[in-house]
């Protein structure tokens, strides 16, 4: 008499069973995923303009200048520029201030309002600024947040 040995693996049912469960976990998340994109876009624009608004604070305390950002809310897409303000007159003057990089947002994210003067928000070298806020929104209208910069401090803070 033959002792067989147990052979283990899995069946081919088995395998087409876990395809098939795989399958149907995928098409349950992709639509799901697509849905939250626009507002995954938002966030990191929004975030995008915080940090550059934090930078140029920053180097305008550090170097004792006075840095801004100009929101282009005419381009498309739309962008920010974020610039020395050479002549101290805080607004940016294309070709006189120097631009140091501008940034443009994904198609999805646009200016819902700009509450600076003339579109710019200025930092000075005691670290105060302008202020004003800035409201960003997704194309479909569903998500919106903001971005806060208090004149006294140029404290830059995002709320929803």
């Known amino acids: 008499m033959k002792?067989?040995?147990?052979?283990e693996g899995a069946t081919l049912i088995e395998l087409l069973t876990v395809v098939v469960i795989i399958g149907i976990m995928a098409s349950i998340a992709v639509p799901r995923?697509?849905?939250?994109?626009?507002?995954m876009r938002l966030r990191g624009d929004t975030k995008g303009i915080a940090s550059t608004m934090r930078l140029a604070r920053m180097k305008a305390v550090a170097e004792g200048k006075a840095y801004g950002l100009y929101f282009d809310n005419i381009s498309s897409p739309q962008k920010f520029v974020l610039f020395e303000d050479k002549n101290l007159d805080e607004d940016y003057n294309q070709g006189q201030d120097s631009t140091i990089f501008s940034w443009?947002?994904?198609k999805t994210t646009n200016y819902q309002n700009i509450?600076?003067?003339?579109?710019v928000v200025v930092f000075r070298s005691n670290?105060?600024?302008n202020g004003?806020?800035?409201?960003?929104i997704t194309e479909?209208?569903?998500d919106s947040l903001?971005?806060?910069v208090l004149p006294s401090t140029g404290r830059v803070r995002m709320t929803r």
Do not use: M, W, Y
Not at 33 to 39: C, I, K
Not at 115 to 119: L, Q, R, S, Y
């Open 104 to 106: 443009d947002f994904h």
């Open 3 to 7: 002792i067989r040995k147990r052979e």
């Open 140 to 142: 479909s209208g569903s």
């Open 33 to 39: 995923f697509a849905q939250t994109l626009p507002g």
């Open 146 to 148: 903001a971005v806060d």
């Open 127 to 129: 670290g105060s600024s």
């Open 115 to 119: 509450g600076f003067a003339n579109n």
């Open 132 to 136: 004003g806020s800035l409201s960003l």
